[in-house]
T-cell receptor
Framework: AQKVTQAQTEISVVEKEDVTLDCVYE???????LFWYKQPPSGELVFLIR??????QNEISGRYSWNFQKSTSSFNFTITASQVVDSAVYFC?????????????FGTGTQLKVEL | DTEVTQTPKHLVMGMTNKKSLKCEQH?????MYWYKQKAKKPPELMFV???????INESVPSRFSPECPNSSLLNLHLHALQPEDSALYLC???????????????FGEGSWLTVV
């Protein structure tokens, strides 16, 4: 069985601060995929980043960066110089391929509030 | 803009009504999904269609009836719902059971359902 843990329920920061969202996962599969999604109040789940279990290269994309550490089963997400528009719920998710379809296991989400 | 579109955006229905939620994707994907999301909770998988065939049913009550008329359309027929079924219903799509870049799941904006 798969499990994703986001220990931070809610984070509040002041605009321009950096913020890191933590994610720890559990799986026995050797091939798996990790995702971060953003959900603003409108409801849509917006895909942000995807990482394969066999690719530990970390990446920076604009104000976003990701730190994938297989040794600690963590996939953390950092926003640099946060903005009010970053306020949303962020979900970390784990995907393993099954015979019938792709099943995403979500963490419980972290509510990020960025204030002026 | 998302390439998974859902209608209606908001729906209020009585417990004796019959209504449908509709979803269309324009990405050429062959897997489509229905997720249910209650307030302050992560999305929960309901159904998966792979190549227009139902491949996963997560023990969803029969008052929810999915239908996949073709590879780009997905419906969720609702009948005799209960107030506790009020939630955000998210449609999603991806390529089925493919590794690498093909299995990212893309979500629509959701349909907010209220059962009175």
């Amino acid at each position: 069985a798969q499990k994703v843990t986001q220990a931070q329920t809610e984070i509040s920061v002041v605009e321009k601060e950096d913020v890191t969202l933590d994610c720890v996962y559990e799986t026995r599969d050797t091939t798996y995929y990790l995702f971060w999604y953003k959900q603003p109040p409108s409801g849509e789940l917006v895909f942000l980043i995807r990482r394969n279990s066999f690719d530990e290269q970390n990446e920076i994309s604009g104000r976003y960066s990701w730190n994938f550490q297989k040794s600690t089963s963590s996939f953390n997400f950092t926003i640099t110089a946060s903005q009010v528009v970053d306020s949303a719920v962020y979900f970390c998710a784990l995907l393993v391929l099954t015979g019938g379809g792709n099943k995403l296991t979500f963490g419980t989400g972290t509510q990020l509030k960025v204030e002026l | 803009d998302t390439e998974v579109t859902q209608t209606p955006k908001h729906l209020v229905m009585g417990m004796t009504n019959k209504k449908s939620l509709k979803c269309e994707q324009h990405m050429g994907h062959r897997a489509m999904y229905w997720y249910k999301q209650k307030a302050k909770k992560p999305p929960e998988l309901m159904f998966v269609y792979s190549y227009e065939k139902l491949s996963i049913n997560e023990s969803v009550p029969s008052r929810f009836s999915p239908e996949c008329p073709n590879s780009s359309l997905l419906n969720l027929h609702l009948h005799a719902l209960q107030p506790e079924d009020s939630a955000l219903y998210l449609c999603a799509s991806s390529q089925p059971n493919q590794d690498r870049a093909g299995n990212t799941i893309y979500f629509g904006e959701g349909s907010w359902l209220t059962v009175v």
